[in-house]
T-cell receptor, first 113, second 117 residues
Framework: AQSVTQLDSQVPVFEEAPVELRCNYS??????LFWYVQYPNQGLQLLLK??????LVKGINGFEAEFNKSQTSFHLRKPSVHISDTAEYFC???????????FGGGTRVLVKP | GAVVSQHPSWVICKSGTSVKIECRSL??????MFWYRQFPKQSLMLMAT?????????EQGVEKDKFLINHASLTLSTLTVTSAHPEDSSFYIC?????????????FGPGTRLTVL
C-alpha cells in the first residue's frame, strides 16, 4: 500500500516570488511520482513525472521537482509564480506493477498581486 | 496529446433517479479507464478501474450496485449512478490509460459535477 502526504494545505505567495510545495510518500515498493494541477471545476493536468533517471525533473509552465529517495520526497518548485498559477496541486504515486494512482490531499496555491 | 472527454459536464437530478456519465478517449485507445470522485476541497478518491470487455474492479467501500461501470469499447466507459441521493453529489472525474513504454499513463477528463436534489 502507498500513501502520499502534502504537508501544506494552502500556500499563499506573492506574484514573481518562488514557491515550493512539499510532498512525501510512503511505499513498500518502488514508485513512479507525479505532480498534477487542477484549475477550478476542471480535471487534472500533468505538470511533470518521475519514472527513472535524473532525480531533477522539469515540467511544464516552469515547474520542476526533485526526487529524493532517502527522504521519500518529491517537492515541487517554481522560481517565479504568476497569477495564473493559482490552482490546486496534487502529488501522486503509482507502483511499478500497478497503474493505480494514490493522491495526496492537495495544496491550494493562491498567488497574490 | 491524448484527449479525454466527459459528458455531461454538469447534471442536476432528483433524488431516486439514475444518471449516466460518459468518458471517451478521443485520439487513442484506452484498455484501462479509471473513475474518481472528488468532494469539495478534497483530493481524488479512486472508485474503480475498468478494463475493456471485463468487469470493473471496485475499491473498498464503493458500492458496485450503486455505481455501475461499463467499458464496452476501447474509447468509451460509462458510470451510472443508480438511485442517486443527495450524498452522491460530487465531482466525478475519469481518466484513460495509454501505454507509454512500460507504463500506463493516465489522461484525465474535465470532470462531471453531479448535484442531486
Amino acid at each position: 500500500a502507498q500513501s502520499v502526504t502534502q504537508l501544506d494545505s494552502q500556500v499563499p505567495v506573492f506574484e514573481e516570488a518562488p514557491v515550493e510545495l512539499r510532498c512525501n510518500y510512503s511505499s513498500s515498493v518502488s514508485v513512479y511520482l507525479f505532480w498534477y494541477v487542477q484549475y477550478p471545476n476542471q480535471g487534472l493536468q500533468l505538470l511533470l513525472k518521475y519514472l527513472s533517471g535524473s532525480t531533477l525533473v522539469k515540467g511544464i509552465n516552469g515547474f520542476e521537482a526533485e526526487f529524493n529517495k532517502s527522504q521519500t520526497s518529491f517537492h515541487l518548485r517554481k522560481p517565479s509564480v504568476h497569477i495564473s498559477d493559482t490552482a490546486e496541486y496534487f502529488c501522486a504515486v503509482s507502483s511499478f506493477a500497478g497503474n493505480k494512482l494514490t493522491f495526496g490531499g492537495g495544496t491550494r496555491v493562491l498567488v497574490k498581486p | 496529446g491524448a484527449v479525454v472527454s466527459q459528458h455531461p459536464s454538469w447534471v442536476i437530478c432528483k433524488s431516486g433517479t439514475s444518471v449516466k456519465i460518459e468518458c471517451r478517449s478521443l485520439d487513442f485507445q484506452a484498455t484501462t479507464m479509471f473513475w474518481y470522485r472528488q468532494f469539495p476541497k478534497q483530493s481524488l478518491m479512486l472508485m474503480a478501474t475498468s478494463n475493456e470487455g471485463s468487469k470493473a474492479t471496485y475499491e473498498q467501500g464503493v458500492e458496485k450496485d450503486k455505481f455501475l461501470i461499463n467499458h464496452a469499447s476501447l474509447t468509451l466507459s460509462t458510470l451510472t449512478v443508480t438511485s442517486a441521493h443527495p450524498e452522491d453529489s460530487s465531482f466525478y472525474i475519469c481518466s484513460a490509460g495509454e501505454l507509454v513504454s512500460s507504463y500506463n499513463e493516465q489522461f484525465f477528463g474535465p470532470g462531471t459535477r453531479l448535484t442531486v436534489l
